[in-house]
T-cell receptor, first 115, second 119 residues
Framework: GAGVSQSPSNKVTEKGKDVELRCDPISGHTALYWYRQSLGQGLEFLIY????????KSGLPSDRFSAERTGGSVSTLTIQRTQQEDSAVYLCASSTLAEPTYEQYFGPGTRLTVT | AQKVTQAQTEISVVEKEDVTLDCVYETRDTTYYLFWYKQPPSGELVFLIR??????QNEISGRYSWNFQKSTSSFNFTITASQVVDSAVYFCALSEAIAGGTSYGKLTFGQGTILTVHP
């Protein structure tokens, strides 16, 4: 497809279970970002990938959160031992980091509910 | 540390009214980028505009216009003759540049302003 896609669109899980969220960026976009949108915290940066490397993981809230990117394309955000405070919409964005546009294209998000 | 403040949590207007969404930012960098994104009820964030810190010219795009004032650290967004389809959450965001003037684009968002346009 032409845009950023994310799967699943909705995920309900029980507290303590692990979840994996997937992001397919726009083809050719070398930069990939994960953000989290929650009622209490607004939109927060989680992690940034340039190619397969993650030079900035400063937004990951705890060591239960991890992410990887393979082939400079698909990225997976994994949350282990989910907690109720992990409930949020997880957004992925990609960018070419090319001037002059330099915009991030966002996916539709994955709504995670931890019960 | 960088910070973006959107003091207006919610705004409600009647169609055809003009509306201005305020955005104030804090950064120690001299080179940075400012953005506005729209999040309609469908949930997907839609890019509206990017402005770099060297360019203080106001910009107009159709019914949208942006007023960037470095002296007051503000980047306000005005919708002229609002329409029902403008109803959405609008986010202002900031990205700082790393050494050399480039930035990898990590965005710091404001809390968002919910705009409701009534027919």
């Amino acid at each position: 497809g032409a845009g950023v896609s994310q799967s699943p669109s909705n995920k309900v899980t029980e507290k303590g279970k692990d979840v994996e969220l997937r992001c397919d960026p726009i083809s050719g976009h070398t930069a990939l970002y994960w953000y989290r949108q929650s009622l209490g915290q607004g939109l927060e940066f989680l992690i940034y990938f340039q190619g397969n490397s993650a030079p900035d993981k400063s937004g990951l809230p705890s060591d239960r959160f991890s992410a990887e990117r393979t082939g400079g394309s698909v990225s997976t955000l994994t949350i282990q031992r989910t907690q109720q405070e992990d409930s949020a919409v997880y957004l992925c964005a990609s960018s070419t980091l090319a001037e002059p546009t330099y915009e991030q294209y966002f996916g539709p998000g994955t709504r995670l509910t931890v019960t | 540390a960088q910070k973006v403040t959107q003091a207006q949590t919610e705004i409600s207007v009647v169609e055809k009214e003009d509306v201005t969404l305020d955005c104030v930012y804090e950064t120690r960098d001299t080179t940075y980028y400012l953005f506005w994104y729209k999040q309609p009820p469908s949930g997907e964030l839609v890019f509206l505009i990017r402005r770099n810190s060297f360019d203080e010219q106001n910009e107009i795009s159709g019914r949208y216009s942006w007023n960037f004032q470095k002296s007051t650290s503000s980047f306000n967004f005005t919708i002229t003759a609002s329409q029902v389809v403008d109803s959405a959450v609008y986010f202002c965001a900031l990205s700082e540049a790393i050494a050399g003037g480039t930035s990898y684009g990590k965005l710091t968002f404001g809390q968002g302003t919910i705009l409701t346009v009534h027919p």
